[in-house]
C-alpha cells in the first residue's frame, strides 16, 4: 500500500510553551528542518481561545487569546513558508476541523508532534484514527504544558490511552521519522 505521509506539527505556540514543554521546542525544530529538507509537507497548527468559548466557560481557562501567545514559538517561523508548508488556525483540541480536513486531503499517514500531548495530540490522533488516517505520534516531539496537574505524568497517561486506542505500534521516535518518508527504514517502535 502506498502512504503519503505529512507532519502535523500541533500547536507549539507561545502561550503553549512553559517550563515543561520546552524541551521539546528543539527537538520540534529538528524533525520540521529534516522533514523539510527531505521535501515532506507540514502542516502547522495555531490554537486561537475566544471569549465565551468552552475551555473558558467550562475550565476556566482565559489564555492563548491574542499574540504573542497565538504565535508560533520563533524556531519554527522559518518553516512556514518552506515548500510544502500550511497553517491552520483552529479554536478546537483537533486539528481535523473542515479547514483542516481539506489541507489533508490525499495524505494517509499523520507524524503528529507538539503541545499538549495530552490535549490537542490526543484529540487530533484519535481524530485522525477514526477518520481513516494512519496517526504516527512522535513521543519525544510531544509534551504536556499542563500546570493544574503534574504535566509529565500526564505526557504519559496520554501516550498510554494514545497506545491502547490507536496501537502501540503508532507510537514512534522522531529518529524513525524522517526515515520513514523517504520509505528506506522500518518504524522503530518505543519500547
Known sequence: MSTHPILLVIDVQNGFVNEHSRHVVPII???VEQWTNAGGATLFTRYHNYDGSPYQR??????????PQTDLAPELLPYVDAPGAQVLDKVTYTALTDDGRRMLTGYTDLYICGIATDGCVLKTALDAFDSGYTPWIIEDACASNATRHPAAEVHRSA?????????????????????ALNGTATQQHSA
Do not use: F, H, K, P
Open 159 to 179: 501516550l498510554t490511552l494514545m497506545s491502547r486506542l490507536i496501537g502501540s505500534g503508532q507510537l514512534v521516535r522522531s529518529s524513525s521519522v524522517v526515515e
Open 29 to 31: 525544530r529538528d524533525l
Open 58 to 67: 467550562l475550565i476556566g481557562w482565559n489564555g492563548v487569546r491574542e499574540a
